[in-house]
Protein backbone atom coordinates (compact mmCIF):
# COMPACT_ATOMS: atom_id res chain seq x y z
CA UNK A 1 0.00 0.00 0.00
CA UNK A 2 1.54 3.04 -1.15
CA UNK A 3 0.74 6.81 0.46
CA UNK A 4 -2.27 8.66 -0.95
CA UNK A 5 -1.31 12.19 -1.99
CA UNK A 6 -3.64 15.27 -0.87
CA UNK A 7 -5.22 15.08 -4.47
CA UNK A 8 -6.27 11.17 -4.27
CA UNK A 9 -8.05 11.72 -0.28
CA UNK A 10 -10.14 14.41 -1.77
CA UNK A 11 -11.28 12.41 -4.99
CA UNK A 12 -11.94 9.55 -2.19
CA UNK A 13 -13.84 12.20 -0.38
CA UNK A 14 -15.78 13.79 -3.51
CA UNK A 15 -16.48 9.82 -4.73
CA UNK A 16 -17.67 8.76 -1.40
CA UNK A 17 -19.91 12.07 -1.14
CA UNK A 18 -21.48 10.76 -4.13
CA UNK A 19 -22.34 7.26 -3.11
CA UNK A 20 -19.34 5.20 -4.46
CA UNK A 21 -19.02 2.23 -1.74
CA UNK A 22 -16.27 2.38 0.73
CA UNK A 23 -15.79 -1.46 -0.44
CA UNK A 24 -14.96 -0.25 -4.27
CA UNK A 25 -13.32 2.78 -3.02
CA UNK A 26 -10.47 0.44 -1.35
CA UNK A 27 -10.09 -1.56 -4.05
CA UNK A 28 -9.81 1.38 -6.73
CA UNK A 29 -7.10 2.75 -4.06
CA UNK A 30 -5.96 -0.70 -2.95
CA UNK A 31 -5.89 1.09 0.77
CA UNK A 32 -7.73 -0.70 3.46
CA UNK A 33 -11.53 0.29 4.09
CA UNK A 34 -10.77 1.05 7.68
CA UNK A 35 -8.51 3.36 6.76
CA UNK A 36 -10.91 5.11 4.04
CA UNK A 37 -13.78 5.18 6.62
CA UNK A 38 -11.18 6.81 9.35
CA UNK A 39 -10.08 9.56 5.96
CA UNK A 40 -13.56 10.24 5.55
CA UNK A 41 -14.24 11.07 9.36
CA UNK A 42 -11.39 13.29 9.65
CA UNK A 43 -12.63 15.22 6.47
CA UNK A 44 -15.87 15.31 7.52
CA UNK A 45 -15.11 16.64 11.13
CA UNK A 46 -11.87 18.71 10.10
CA UNK A 47 -12.73 19.62 6.32
CA UNK A 48 -9.79 19.78 3.54
CA UNK A 49 -7.81 21.69 6.11
CA UNK A 50 -6.26 18.59 8.24
CA UNK A 51 -5.04 17.34 4.97
CA UNK A 52 -1.92 19.54 5.64
CA UNK A 53 1.32 19.34 3.65
CA UNK A 54 5.16 20.04 5.13
CA UNK A 55 6.18 19.20 8.57
CA UNK A 56 4.59 16.78 11.37
CA UNK A 57 3.08 19.12 13.86
CA UNK A 58 4.58 19.21 17.52
CA UNK A 59 2.15 18.82 20.34
CA UNK A 60 2.77 21.03 24.15
CA UNK A 61 2.74 19.11 26.83
CA UNK A 62 -0.22 20.28 28.12
CA UNK A 63 -2.13 19.63 24.82
CA UNK A 64 -0.87 15.85 25.19
CA UNK A 65 -2.29 15.57 28.97
CA UNK A 66 -5.23 17.08 28.47
CA UNK A 67 -5.92 14.28 25.60
CA UNK A 68 -4.73 11.43 27.98
CA UNK A 69 -7.23 12.95 30.66
CA UNK A 70 -10.09 12.63 28.10
CA UNK A 71 -9.81 9.33 27.29
CA UNK A 72 -8.64 7.93 31.04
CA UNK A 73 -10.31 10.26 33.37
CA UNK A 74 -13.16 11.77 31.26
CA UNK A 75 -13.74 8.02 29.51
CA UNK A 76 -13.60 9.29 26.49
CA UNK A 77 -12.98 6.72 23.90
CA UNK A 78 -9.52 6.62 21.74
CA UNK A 79 -11.00 6.91 18.50
CA UNK A 80 -13.41 10.15 19.18
CA UNK A 81 -10.57 11.76 20.93
CA UNK A 82 -7.84 11.06 17.82
CA UNK A 83 -11.44 12.27 15.40
CA UNK A 84 -11.46 15.07 17.67
CA UNK A 85 -8.19 16.59 17.69
CA UNK A 86 -7.42 15.30 13.86
CA UNK A 87 -5.20 12.10 14.74
CA UNK A 88 -5.34 8.95 12.58
CA UNK A 89 -7.52 6.37 14.19
CA UNK A 90 -5.19 3.22 15.52
CA UNK A 91 -5.55 0.53 14.31
CA UNK A 92 -6.26 -2.84 16.09
Do not use: A
Amino acid sequence: MSKLTREQKIEIYERRQQMETISSLSKRFSIWESNINCLLSLLQIHGYNILRNGKNYVYSKELKIEMIEKVLLQKHSINSVSLEYGFRVPDY
